[in-house]
T-cell receptor
Framework: DAGVTQSPTHLIKTRGQQVTLRCSPK?????VSWYQQALGQGPQFIFQ???????QRGNFPDRFSGHQFPNYSSELNVNALLLGDSALYLC????????????FGPGTRLTVT | KNQVEQSPQSLIILEGKNCTLQ??????????LRWYKQDTGRGPVSLTI?????NTKSNGRYTATLDADTKQSSLHITASQLSDSASYIC?????????????FGGGTRLMVKP
């Protein structure tokens, strides 16, 4: 049973570009959350998806958007990239009815130059 | 505003020694508190999860405590090993209508030296 998987592992983009990150949840999990972790900081909550809808959102601008597919996988899109968007982007999945069980993926390291 | 503060920010100990990491929080309404271990460049891995009624939980050499009255938690690592070198993150969950909302601390970076 694969855990949470994310792709790509690393990504380098230029300011102003757009990026899409992908996440496949652990088998049996239907809720996906996205986090941004700057170097040396704790993760910051971006948003959470359940039943293909955004259910909760942290303090991130509209440049950050997402999507959840019927198979529960999810995408994080960031438009008009800024240098400050450089970070490790973590995806976490959990079963809706057992919210204590949250598993993190390995993350995608995004560098904006 | 929900906040989680961890101390110390960083810590260096010798292999075999014990250490204790601290977490103070102001999160409401409290649902649960989790400690994660995060190796550099990797995703966090859960060590313990405690709900309001639990005040101690162990996972091998890791023991977490929770004082819900003072809103404090600690993570005690016994007989440290080189592989314990990592960041340790305290995460507090608030329960709202949409489910659990997690607030992360900034982490304590632990280095275990031989």
């Amino acid at each position: 049973d694969a855990g949470v998987t994310q792709s790509p592992t690393h990504l380098i983009k230029t300011r102003g570009q757009q990026v899409t990150l992908r996440c496949s949840p652990k088998s049996g999990h239907d809720t996906v959350s996205w986090y941004q972790q700057a170097l040396g900081q704790g993760p910051q909550f971006i948003f959470q998806y359940y039943e293909e809808e955004e259910r909760q959102r942290g303090n991130f601008p509209d440049r950050f958007s997402g999507h959840q597919f019927p198979n529960y996988s999810s995408e994080l899109n960031v438009n008009a990239l800024l240098l400050g968007d450089s970070a490790l982007y973590l995806c976490a999945s959990s079963p809706r009815d057992r919210g204590l069980e949250q598993y993190f993926g390995p993350g995608t390291r995004l560098t904006v130059t | 505003k929900n906040q989680v503060e961890q101390s110390p920010q960083s810590l260096i100990i010798l292999e075999g020694k014990n250490c204790t990491l601290q977490c103070n929080y102001t999160v409401s309404p409290f649902s649960n508190l989790r400690w994660y271990k995060q190796d550099t460049g990797r995703g966090p891995v859960s060590l313990t999860i405690m709900t309001f009624s639990e005040n101690t939980k162990s996972n091998g050499r890791y023991t977490a405590t929770l004082d819900a009255d003072t809103k404090q938690s600690s993570l005690h690592i016994t007989a440290s090993q080189l592989s314990d070198s990592a960041s340790y993150i305290c995460v507090v969950s608030a329960l709202n209508n949409a489910g659990n909302m997690l607030t992360f601390g900034g982490g304590t970076r632990l280095m275990v030296k031989p």
